[in-house]
């Protein structure tokens, strides 16, 4: 039944939680905050919240660090707080998914007290630890500047503990069944407070199983199994969303060859060459990287996105390649981080034209999987390169021209607020946009209902049509009949592209779905279409009684 793959054709929004909405005035958005936007979020037409880290944390990793797995941080509410909320949610047809973080705690988590103090205690196994400090210590580290080493010495355990990421985020052990057992509990606890599913932080060091000499001894892909199994006994269609940075030959392992791990990938691979093919507007390294992603198990689904909360991560293209993305979107050094990304917003890195931002829109919305937007993205907000890394496009959402945006009446919010140059609030902001018929805001809105209308993208087959001019990406899904065709020009010159659609009589007619200008081949079978600098166009492909998508196979 479909309604148990309602993520095929889901529009998901990513938001920080303490900066999206102040309620009370301390400066820190809160569940009130977000339950006061929740009317703002349905009308702009999103499907799913994602919710980063809203657990008891020191807040020295933006929440990554958790201190407590059962609760809420106080800042934010209280249980009953979060339990309003996803009810309101879900009375407007909204799903919640949250922020999964397993593969380490806080070094501030009663777990992590006890395990330090006791060696006796039950808690010691529940981390990885060393008598003597491994002699792969320094490699692995994620990021490069900020973090020396992978293990460090606890002077009340007298032994060197393992972390992935920083010092003070000390991994689990997921190879003890107690572990193992806490995991499952805590993914049970919030399905019953109402969330729809999980994003799983940092997968594959959550799989990855470390000795304690140091060495790495593979990877738990049972544990997905048993995660899967576990989250569709307790509620049957919630999902897993996972983060994890593959090459696209391992990700039949992440789904499982049965389909039966993780429901949800972010497609790293699709997202680094799509910067690429921008960069360089030749749209191949992005053709090359859809079809090397298209094979992918029944029920699994890629989730596309152009930003996020991190840096736009390019580790995994040549360094050539890099360069050419850096050269492009970060000529500045200030504006890269780690060494390997960006640590800027979409609306600078495309200098604010309008035309290139709306074809990378068009871009995510019609790739195949499911879009994430991340808040924000609906009205261009910039960064603020003066913050530290990835802080630069953590600010607070810019609800109007009011001082610090709205977002809050503190002077000192949690971060600052964009307030002066062509992204500050003055000029990017909800308000003014809401009353614009053409601002960016209102142009969201009207893509992301038609992407809703276009169920083909995420549920259909992928072919990449052949087209002499690297600058198009020409795409036609196909499912139960039914077919679309999208353009991109990703060059700033107009362009021609001909193209054959397809070889069956209803591809011989393409309706827009964005405008008038529908298009009818000629003796040969081939569409001319002209195409404006950074142009895109959505087609269906039949009659105009075809303009909107009708299911006639039936469930």
């Excluded at 890099?322 to 970060?330: C, D, H, L, T």
């Excluded at 931002?357 to 910039?382: C, H, K, N, Q, W």
Aim: a negative charge.
């Amino acid at each position: 039944m479909t309604h148990e793959l309602w993520y095929k054709n889901a529009v998901i929004y990513c938001l920080n939680l303490e900066t999206f909405l102040d309620s009370d005035g301390d400066g820190i958005g809160d569940f009130r905050g977000l339950l006061r936007r929740l009317d703002y979020l349905q009308g702009l037409g999103i499907t799913t919240i994602w919710l980063m880290p809203f657990q008891p944390s020191p807040r020295r990793d933006h929440g990554y660090d958790i201190a407590d797995y059962y609760g809420v941080d106080p800042r934010f509410g209280s249980l009953g707080d979060f339990v309003e909320f996803t009810q309101a949610a879900r009375q407007r047809g909204i799903r919640v998914l949250m922020d999964l973080v397993l593969n380490h705690t806080s070094n501030q988590h009663p777990w992590f007290h006890e395990a330090r103090k006791d060696p006796a205690s039950r808690f010691r196994n529940w981390y990885v630890w060393s008598d003597t400090k491994p002699a792969d210590a320094d490699e692995g580290v994620v990021f490069k500047g900020l973090q020396e080493s992978t293990w460090t010495y606890d002077k009340a355990a007298g032994a060197w503990y393992f972390h992935r990421f920083f010092d003070f985020q000390p991994d689990l052990n997921v190879t003890n069944p107690e572990v193992e057992a806490e995991l499952l509990k805590i993914i049970g606890f919030w399905l019953q407070l109402g969330v729809s599913g999980f994003r799983v932080d940092a997968v594959p060091f959550l799989i990855g199983v470390r000795a304690a000499e140091g060495v790495e001894a593979g990877r738990r892909y049972d544990l997905l199994r048993l995660m899967r199994r576990f989250l569709q006994w307790r509620q049957g269609d919630a999902v897993f969303l996972a983060e994890a940075n593959i090459p696209p030959k391992e990700s039949v392992e992440y789904f499982g060859p049965q389909g039966d791990r993780l429901h949800m990938v972010f497609n790293f691979h699709v997202n680094q060459n799509l910067f690429l093919s921008l960069a360089t507007q030749d749209a191949r390294p992005l053709a090359r990287a859809i079809k090397a992603t298209s094979n992918i198990p029944d029920g699994a689904q890629w989730a596309q996105f152009l930003r996020n909360h991190d840096e736009l991560d390019l580790s995994s293209l040549a360094e050539e390649d890099r360069e050419k993305v850096f050269a492009a979107f970060a000529p500045d050094p200030e504006m890269r981080a780690f060494g390997r990304g960006i640590r800027r917003r979409l609306a600078p890195m495309l200098d604010g034209d309008r035309r290139r931002i709306e074809v990378a829109y068009s871009l995510l919305f019609t790739l195949p999987g499911t879009p994430v937007l991340r808040y924000g993205d609906e009205i261009g907000m910039g960064d603020d390169l003066s913050l530290p890394e990835r802080e630069s496009g953590r600010t607070p959402l810019q609800w109007s021209g009011g001082p610090q945006g709205d977002f809050t009446r503190n002077e000192r919010p949690v971060a600052p607020v964009i307030e002066d140059g062509p992204y500050g609030t003055g000029h990017i902001n909800v308000a003014a946009q809401r009353r614009v018929p053409n601002s960016l805001l209102n142009w969201m809105e009207r893509m992301i209902r038609t992407r809703k209308e276009v169920p083909e993208i995420g549920w259909g087959s992928v072919t990449v049509l052949s087209v002499r001019d690297p600058a198009f990406l020409v795409l036609r899904y196909d499912w139960r009949g039914n077919s679309v065709v999208v353009l991109h020009n990703l060059t700033h010159a107009p362009r021609e592209v001909r193209f054959h659609a397809g070889e069956e009589d209803r591809h011989r007619c393409l309706v827009n779905l964005l405008s008038g200008e529908h298009s009818t081949a000629d003796e040969s079978g081939r569409h001319c279409i002209l195409l404006q600098g950074y142009g895109y166009r959505w087609f269906r492909c039949g009659g105009l009684d075809d303009l909107l998508y009708r299911n006639e196979v039936g469930e």
